[in-house]
């Protein structure tokens, strides 16, 4: 089965609190004179305390289009991105040279030579590396490219593949737009990035893993039909406007419980031998509509609900910092299972089955 060797995760260089987030927002994307409560209370009831920016927040208002909102996300990028990268190759105690394969998955920005290949030379990878960038799977590609990683090993046993997450999303925040949707996203979303190495079958990291993580027992994808326009993207001269339906929530649980109970009853499990839960933190009401649905024990997402307050919601990147964060707080016994899931714009769910 494929190992994850290592997960590591890097954040924009720029910490504020959610208080400040706020008045930046709120002089930028309402009007003069505007009525303000709406923003506060999403800001208030977002339930983050602190997030991470690439750029300092008086920096944001000069953005003026889309040209140079996408030029400060390939500047940003690459740095993050190869601290992400370098980071997860330390730890699993691999070299840059023995990498076979790289995924690399955003949805805040756009590069064609893409990300990953601008940072092969960067980070000393072999010029015949294999390259996927993804581009448009949102919240869903961290989970989605660890899966995708599962695949690729699975033919290729002997191969070590990383996947790459790199989301900054405060570029995406829209000027002089005090929709509902928008001030949303500016009370949730942070900057960040992160990386995980995975090793086929027949492949071991070089300390023997003896600090490795789980390995991937399978994959399940769903997407749910005719709900397109639920979340994703309108692609303005501004940039990448949010669409974002009250109806997520619901979606989640209208689909997952079943989608969940149906993936683990094909290996024999249900919902109570699942000893660790990884999930994407993409809100507190989705958070909430998920621990509803699956019934969870009390507990079950603190690691999530802790990134959430800490962080943000980094988009791909935020289900990638929650599994670090796992690994470096639990160890749980051989065998044990454990579920990654995350949803994104499909709407499409996405389920990780892991054993330690």
């Known amino acids: 089965m494929t190992r ?15 208080h400040d987030i706020t008045e930046m927002v709120a002089r930028t994307c309402l009007p003069e004179g505007a009525d303000r409560r709406v923003l506060d209370r999403l800001h208030g009831s977002a339930r983050v305390t602190t ?99 599962h695949d690729y090993l699975l033919g290729r046993p002997d191969d ?19 929709s509902p949707a928008n001030l949303v996203a500016t009370a949730l979303f942070g900057d960040g990035a992160a990386a995980v190495v995975a090793c086929g079958a027949r492949r071991r990291a070089a300390d023997g893993d003896a600090h490795a993580g789980p390995v991937v027992v399978d994959t399940r994808s769903h997407l749910y039909p005719d709900t397109e326009q639920a979340m994703g993207w309108d692609i303005t001269g501004s940039g990448f406007r949010i669409v974002l339906d009250a109806s997520v929530p619901d979606l989640v649980r209208k689909n997952l419980g079943a989608d969940v109970e149906t993936f683990l009853a094909d290996h024999g499990l249900t919902r109570r031998d699942i000893t660790v839960w990884v999930c994407h933190p993409g809100g507190p009401k989705v958070l909430e509509a998920i621990e509803e649905v699956l019934d969870l024990p009390d507990g079950a997402l603190d690691v999530t609900w802790r990134s959430l307050a800490a ?18 707080e639990r160890r749980p016994p051989p065998g044990s299972a454990g579920l990654l899931l995350a949803m994104g714009p499909g709407f499409c769910s996405e389920l990780v089955l892991l054993r330690w």
């Not at 994850?4 to 959610?18: T, Y």
């Not at 070590?160 to 005090?178: G, K, N, W």
């Open 311 to 328: 962080v943000g919601n980094m988009s791909s990147s935020s289900v990638l910092h929650v599994l670090r964060d796992t690994l470096a």
């Open 4 to 18: 994850i060797a290592a997960v590591h995760g890097a954040l924009a260089p720029h910490r504020h609190s959610q």
């Open 51 to 149: 997030r991470h920016t690439v750029l300092p927040l008086d920096r944001y208002a000069a953005l003026d289009d889309f040209g140079a909102v996408n030029d400060a996300f390939i500047a940003a990028a690459l740095p993050l991105g190869a601290e992400a990268v370098t980071g997860a190759l330390d730890a699993a105690r691999i070299s840059p040279r023995d990498v076979d394969f790289l995924m690399f998955a955003s949805v805040t920005g756009i590069a064609a030579p893409s990300v990953d290949a601008r940072l092969v030379g960067l980070l000393g990878l072999r010029p015949d590396v294999r390259r996927v960038p993804v581009f448009g799977l949102g919240c869903v590609a961290g989970a989605a490219g660890i899966a995708r990683l």
């Open 160 to 178: 070590i593949a990383v996947l790459l997450s790199v989301e900054l999303c405060s570029l995406t925040f829209q000027r002089d737009d005090p």
